[in-house]
């Protein structure tokens, strides 16, 4: 039933979307670029596609830390810098690296005394993964930005680090609720789990099982 009630509210926003300036006109607008760099960078995307700001970079307009800027400016949220720091989170914080890949973020601080938790990304900020990760989490999720090459080379390092962990399972091949229900309750019973949360975000199903020794975290295609 609880599986059921989050596929028929997957496209319910539960924070608004907050009215955005194109990227475009928000790195015109800080003085990165001119009208004219603006002009070039959008008739190529017409011709080419691609996002604005990578193609800025690669027609040398702007860089990286520039374009991050604009996406600050554009979303309103600030901007993180990684350079020389190793995250370090509770493993109760951890956020599955299928959906780390995504949505390109990484929980990059958790403040234990506020129970909060930074979670920086590299492209856009999908209001809705923010409101599940706070279900699924229980805690307060504030998201930044990070700059291409922080979320790279961090992404790089959390990727090595879970490789070794056996606490995650990833069904690519889609499945009906029921056969997800019997699968999540079979992994519920191996592992004892004592309770269970879930949540729904991109094609979907989250589901944080945690029992005396172990927590698991299964993503179910649907």
Not at 33 to 48: F, G, N, R, V, W
Not at 149 to 171: G, I, K, N, P, W
């Amino acid at each position: 039933m609880r599986f059921a009630q989050l596929y028929a509210h997957r496209d319910y926003y539960p924070l608004p979307r907050k009215p955005r300036m194109p990227l475009g006109l928000s790195a015109l607008s800080l003085g990165h670029i001119t009208p004219e760099q603006l002009h070039a960078a959008l008739q190529y995307q017409q011709e080419h596609g691609g996002r604005i700001g990578e193609i800025l970079v690669g027609l040398g307009f702007e860089n990286q830390a520039q374009v991050t800027a604009a996406l600050s400016a554009q979303w309103g949220y600030p901007v993180l810098s990684l350079h020389g720091r190793e995250l370090a989170l509770d493993p109760m914080q951890r956020i599955p690296m299928r959906l780390v890949e995504i949505y390109s973020m990484l929980p990059v601080h958790f403040v234990a005394r506020t129970n909060k938790l930074v979670v920086g990304f590299a492209q856009m900020v999908e209001h809705r993964i923010l409101a599940t990760i706070e279900t699924m989490l229980r805690c307060t999720v504030i998201p930044c930005f990070l700059t291409p090459d922080d979320f790279e080379s961090h992404y790089r390092a959390l990727q090595t680090a879970t490789a070794v962990m056996d606490d995650e399972v990833v069904f690519e091949q889609r499945a009906t609720l029921q056969e997800i229900a019997r699968t999540t309750r079979s992994y519920a019973w191996q592992i004892g789990a004592n309770s269970a949360r879930f949540g729904m975000c991109s094609e979907y199903l989250w589901s944080r099982l945690e029992g005396p020794r172990v927590s698991l975290d299964i993503l179910s295609k649907i």
